[in-house]
């Protein structure tokens, strides 16, 4: 969503971090959706030295992953389920005189997500996710930061909680030319151990991902853009047994179109179509995004 202000074109950005990846990984891991990857065009194109302003931003996306990838990548009919996963943000970005040329941003995020597999289903709301982002920008046409969360065990049931403590972190980057953008970021999600009382003892597999975003600059009102995703989770370690638990690690990697559209310079609408190019120990990727994006001062 471009934004004019003081005659300088702004895009409004809002960070996003998959509820439903950072699961608990007591059993072989199923990263249901790649960390970070609800991202749009110009999720990084951030500005500096401006007025204070905020951010409510609404996500949904359901993964319908009637297939599955095995431990050799092979992809069976098997394994699949049904996720609905939604997320409501708010964001306070601001600068501060006494740290000229430097972005800053702080987040709070509520997730909830439903899960239909094997004939049964669930859902609820999930953990909670805070933290700050900052950025600077090496020249007038790119951006360069980091951003850190933390994400809270519990959510208001057992089935959607982790049960343990997440940090996720990534390096973020924008370059804007005259018709086309490129953004992405690349980072970690490493949790602490999972204590939980009579059973055994967890340390959950450290996850690395990245999330590429190339858009064209067709009209101000839509820009169509390509989405390329990839993740990988070491293995969980059972720590009472002294081993890790047999096909615990997962990999997985998407491509997918999309489009944004601005509303107006207070409101964006962005929709996007994901599919897995290959993974192994994971549900397929076959989900559609949206994001709903609101801003004002």
Known sequence: MRLIEGG???LSLVRFVMPTVIVCHVVPARAAD?????IGPHEYDLPVDFKPFNVLVQYGDGNAAGHSYGSGGQRTPTGGSHTWSGMTKYVHFRSFEAIPHVGF???LIQTESYKLADGTNYGGLGPTIVGPAAWFKPNKHSTFGIQTFMQTPYGTRDATSTNYWSNISSLIFDYEWKHFSFDGDAGTVVGSTKHQKDQHSYSPGVVFYTNLRFSWKATKKFE???AFDWQNVTGTRDNTLRQYLDNSNSREIALGPGLMYNINQHFSLTARYSHSLE???TPETNAYYIKFVYLWQ
Do not use: D, K, Q, Y
Request: hydrophobic share 45%; net charge neutral; glycine share 12%.
């Open 8 to 10: 300088e074109r702004l």
């Open 224 to 226: 169509p853009f390509l």
């Open 105 to 107: 941003a702080f987040e």
């Open 279 to 281: 993974g192994r120990n």
């Open 34 to 38: 790649i960390t970070l990857g609800i």
